[in-house]
């Protein structure tokens, strides 16, 4: 244990100030005031309202201020015991000389989280050079690591891939360590979670999601996709469709750090989920996707090829249009010709580029893209249309499947936030029994099972969800308000307030409070306080 | 020697504190629902921002912006009982400038540049130096902040410039910040405070009989005018003119030349859409005159609305009279005059009459002493595509076209105001088998709507039905999906059937021939 570089994310730790010790961890949180101690391998969080076992194998670092106490496992260190001696860093010392030592190490370290800490503020931002790429970030530096080498990988095989010329400059990239800093300094909308500027000075901004590093990765590799696209020819940029479209397949990308390799081509499960429930709404017809749709799918049906591609902006060309670009990239015969056909969109002396963005790029209309796609692809007449239109449908409903545990967690999600609990708690119990380790998977299970009354479920869950992340404070808020009302009020009010001491400025158990205070005044009965109620 | 123009002295004697705004800087109006800002000015000089390939302009800006401690230390919803019903106020109140500043700023993307504490005479301050770098609207920014932390509040002066002008204007800022200072607190103008009516509910409203729903009314549109003109900065005038109650910072012939246009729009309405909430009284609004578009931009971001449901906001407009300007203040006083007569019918209005609507009297002007109503050269050019591409649509189906395919990209609002146009004041008007369609259909409207709403009304009382399997949530689904699309095809369908019920295919021939003959001739 002992790391040589700490971590920049602080968490809003900042409770009840039992003691003086750190707690850094992989997953870029660093935790002080706390009290630990060692627990075997393991670490042990002292709370007032109870201790927080934490495994070792989420600790990158630890600083703990008192020095644990040493048992002795032979008779040469029983012997030094005696005489007053104590080990520290592998060697034995006078106690006063560990003391020192130990001091002078806390300082120091105490003094790198504090550097560190303040790099979390823009203007003390970190920056940084690679091959093809101008980082500035607040994330932590072991965090960062591994996307400057996910993007310089990406990169590299996209280069091969699509035959880039190395551009002059590089890229500027912008890498926030949470969500809030990242929509306040970039600017982006609310719901924009990263923006690609495709006008000078070209500029990336995407934020670090520690609940979501999976997501975190498929949005760098979409918007890093729209610069690498207009590499392709410089001075071309490419429409709404296959633009999004070409960056939501790259976006399913997956990097190795180890290899630092990269597979292209996987399946975007949350697109998928997305198009399963465009199907069972019927929601695509009758206009639907905008005015500015040709040729628009009847109600009830699937999306339209042409509809797809010769609409100059649409959301369908983030979930159809995906799916479109998997289907001819995963088939033999059609990739070599989609592949012409996005590079003859920049290139083909055919194809009219009369459309002019900023920094006078060029660019094509729907219905340009449209005849180069029937080009490129050999689609001759309405029949051939019609048939490669019924080949990409048949992938869409029967080849590809969400099988694993993130896509059924993905599907899950989406079924939840478009009113279907029954659909979606199916969906978060198969996505834990393929093997879903994410906490938030299991919370929003639970959640579901409590709507449906089935409190004791709800109970098994979210332990379940403490195993993978024992220091999410909304997690022992929500078991303990379970545990209580279904009758085990001590162990529940406990567990609420333990809440209450981990995160004080959680914003979900601030709501919670809040709905409790509201019905409290306007029923004006209850007048005992929810634990941590101020 | 000219004497030196004195800044202005901004006293705010409720919260007990003064401050000078550089000289030469204007005092603009707040909005009468603004919660947190106290003052604001702004700078008369332009600054420009010029890069390699684009530019901007911005007037620098002064805001205030307090804090009481006993919003900023509140957590949780405000709950007070008022007889018998319950008052739940949800909005967040901010803890302190940064999270007000995050929250509000859209000026781009921006950052703490430097922060530290200070004092200002006896007055702690925080003073903060903000970078607006990303995504900026005109270019790059500095906003210079200092936050004056009294006993009970804190009180944030904000100053925005652009980040190139910011050297040329620093010692104006430093020398406003650094002359806040407290002084004896007074109570507050009751004439600043909000009509106690202002709070009476539509519904309540509706209980009335239609006089007793003029008399409460009049007194509703007296005490807001009362209350916006209690607030009018240096410079701003109040009066009534015509059917309007005026706040006025332009000179008094243009103000007369837009009350003039509103009086007319009003009278022709009153005198041609009589049948439309027949009897009832259509209150005087307070009609907000700025004195060109940056001063209109700075009131509530530019929003075409005011702040009370009463308020009327337009400027004078450097390029002249019949600009967009007035295109917006011609519809503001129809969708006035409509809501007051019947504000469920208004807000029923399927998307193809409401665009129609809007559509005709945007572009309406007073032409010797009448109301003209031309078309726009751009609804001509998108007709006649229309019509040389064959796709334009009959009267039957403009009037049964769903919202979501009325769009700009096919012409479909250029039809559905030619349309309007044709019944209201075109060649429909005048046609005796024509003239008493709109009216009809009006009436056929507001039947469909009252007969839906009766239909949902008992449903509403039974509990829903709560799916027990994934087959039944799927259909729930689907219904609830699709359910909106379904009442808003059968809200067009119904109207068009009970208005047109005894049609037949002849009487639809010469509707479509007289209304495309006008467009051809247009």
């Known amino acids: 244990m002992g790391c040589s570089f700490l971590l920049a994310w602080v968490a809003a730790f900042a409770g009840a100030s039992l003691g003086d010790d750190c707690l850094i961890l992989k997953d870029g949180r660093i935790l002080t005031q706390l009290a630990v101690e060692k627990d075997g391998a393991d670490y042990r969080v002292r709370f007032q309202n109870g201790d927080i076992k934490v495994p070792a194998a989420m600790v990158l670092d630890a600083v703990l201020v008192a020095a644990a106490p040493v048992e002795p496992k032979n008779d040469e260190e029983r012997k030094a015991l005696e005489k007053g001696l104590v080990k520290f860093d592998g060697r034995w010392m006078p106690s006063k000389e560990r003391d020192s030592l130990l001091q002078r190490k806390v300082a120091e370290k105490k003094k790198q989280i504090e550097q560190l800490k303040s790099h979390q503020l823009w203007r003390n931002r970190l920056r940084s050079t690679s091959a093809h790429f101008d980082f500035e970030y607040t994330v932590p530096p072991h965090v960062f690591q591994r996307y400057r080498d996910l993007l310089e990988g990406y990169f590299t095989e996209f280069s091969k891939q699509w035959k880039l010329n190395v551009p002059k400059e590089k890229l500027k990239v912008c890498f926030y360590h949470d969500e809030e800093t990242y929509y306040e300094t970039s600017g982006a909308q609310r719901g924009a979670i990263a923006y690609y500027r495709f006008v000078r000075p070209l500029e990336l901004n995407v934020y670090y999601d520690r609940l979501d590093a999976r997501g975190t990765e498929t949005t760098l590799f979409h918007e890093a996709n729209h610069y690498l696209s207009a590499l392709i020819n410089p001075g071309f940029l490419y429409p709404h469709f296959p633009g999004e479209s070409l960056a939501e397949y790259y976006g399913a990308s997956s990097f190795d750090a180890a290899t630092k390799k990269l597979e292209f081509g996987l399946l975007q499960e949350g697109r998928l989920a997305e198009i399963q429930s465009d199907i069972a709404s019927g929601r695509l017809g009758d206009g639907d996707s905008g005015p500015t749709t040709a040729g628009a799918s009847k109600p009830g049906e699937l999306m339209g090829l042409e509809a797809l591609v010769s609409t100059d902006r649409m959301y369908e060309h983030y979930t159809w249009g995906w799916s479109l670009c998997h289907f001819l990239m995963s088939d033999k015969r059609y990739k070599p010709k989609f592949q012409a056909f996005i590079v003859g969109l920049a290139f083909d002396r055919e194809v009219k580029r009369d459309v002019t963005l900023g920094d006078n790029n060029r660019s094509v209309s729907g219905g340009e893209v449209w005849l180069q796609f029937k080009r490129s692809l050999g689609l001759k007449d309405a029949k051939a249309v019609a048939a490669l239109e019924k080949e990409w449908h048949a992938h869409v409903q029967k080849s590809i499947q969400t099988t694993s545990a993130r896509g059924l967690q993905l599907a899950a999600e989406s079924a939840d936030h478009s009113g279907r609990p029954i659909r979606a708690r199916r969906l978060y119990k198969e996505a834990i029994e393929a093997g879903c380790r994410d906490a938030n998977a299991y919370h929003a299970y639970a959640r579901l099972l409590v709507r449906d009354d089935r409190l004791g479920e709800a109970i098994t869950i979210w332990k379940q969800a403490l195993e993978f992340d024992p220091l999410q404070a909304r997690l022992y808020w929500h078991l303990g308000r379970t545990m209580a009302k279904k009758g085990d009020g001590t162990e529940g009010k406990r567990l609420m307030a333990l809440a209450r001491e981990m995160d004080p400025e959680d914003p979900e158990i601030d709501f919670e409070l809040d709905l409790d205070a509201l019905i409290k005044k306007s029923t004006s009965s209850d007048t005992e306080k929810t634990p941590g109620e101020k | 020697m000219a004497p030196a123009v004195r800044a202005f002295a901004h006293e705010d004697k409720r919260l007990g504190f003064k401050i000078d705004a550089p000289s030469g800087w204007n005092e603009l109006p707040l909005a009468p629902d603004e919660k947190w800002i106290v003052g604001r000015f702004k700078c008369s000089k332009l600054d420009i921002y010029v890069d390699r390939e684009w530019g901007g302009e911005h007037y620098a800006e002064m805001t205030i912006i307090a804090f009481p401690a006993e919003e900023t230390s509140r957590k949780g919803p405000k709950v007070t009982k008022d007889g018998d019903s319950i008052k739940i106020d949800l909005s967040s109140p901010y803890k302190n400038y940064k999270e007000y500043f995050n929250k509000t700023y859209t000026g781009g993307g921006h950052f703490v540049d430097a922060e530290k504490e200070a004092k200002v005479g006896p007055v702690a301050a925080t003073q903060l130096s903000i970078k607006v770098e990303k995504l900026t609207s005109n270019g790059p920014r500095r906003v210079t902040t200092w ?18 002008a910011f050297e040329k204007r620093e010692n104006e800022i430093l020398s406003a910040l650094k002359s806040f200072k407290t002084i004896a607190k007074a109570a507050a103008n009751p004439a600043e405070k909000a009509p106690a009516d202002a709070a009476v509910s539509y519904e309540d409203l509706k209980k009335l009989t239609p006089e007793e729903r003029k008399v409460r009314r009049q007194a509703m549109a007296d005490a807001t005018a009362k209350q916006l003109s209690a607030k009018l900065p240096n410079g701003w005038s109040a009066q009534p003119m015509g059917r309007f109650f005026v706040l006025s910072h332009v000179d008094q012939s243009y103000a007369q030349k837009v009350v003039e246009q509103g009086d007319a729009i009003l009278a022709w309405l009153d005198k041609n859409l009589e049948y439309f909430g027949k009897g009832e009284f259509v209150r005087r609004p307070v009609l907000r005159i700025f004195k060109d578009q940056e001063e209109f931009r700075s009131y509530r971001g530019g929003l075409w609305w005011g702040g009370s449901n009463l308020e009327i906001v337009t400027y004078k407009d450097n390029d002249g009279w019949l600009t967009w300007s007035t295109d917006q203040f011609n519809t503001s006083v129809l969708n006035h005059w409509l809501r007051e007569r019947d504000y469920d019918l208004a807000l029923a209005f399927p998307s193809w009459l409401r665009t129609g609507l809007d559509g005709v009297f945007e572009k309406v002007k007073l032409k010797g002493g009448q109301l003209d109503f031309p078309s726009d050269p751009w609804e001509r050019v998108g007709l006649a595509e229309n019509v040389r591409a064959g796709k334009a649509l009959k009267p039957r189906e403009i009037m049964t076209t769903p919202g979501a395919q009325i769009g700009w990209a096919n012409n479909r609002q250029h039809e559905a105001t030619a349309l309007v146009r044709y019944f ?99």
Do not use: C
């Open chain 2, 147 to 164: 936050v004056y932390h009294l006993p009970d509040l804190d009180i944030a002066v904000q100053f925005e410039t652009l980040e190139n």
């Open chain 2, 424 to 522: 209201i004041a075109g060649a429909g008007s005048r046609d005796t088998k024509m003239k008493t369609i709109f009216k009809n259909y009006l009436s056929a409207l507001k039947a469909t709507v009252l007969e839906i709403s009766k239909e949902s009304a008992g449903k509403e009382d039974a509990a829903p039905k709560k799916p027990k399997t994934e087959e039944e949530e799927e259909a729930a689904f689907k219904a609830r999906a699709s359910g909106w699309k379904e009442k808003e095809k059968r809200v067009l369908d119904s109207t068009v059937k009970r208005a047109f019920g005894s049609w037949k295919d002849a009487d639809w021939d010469y509707l479509d021939n007289a209304y495309f003959s006008t467009i051809k001739n247009n």
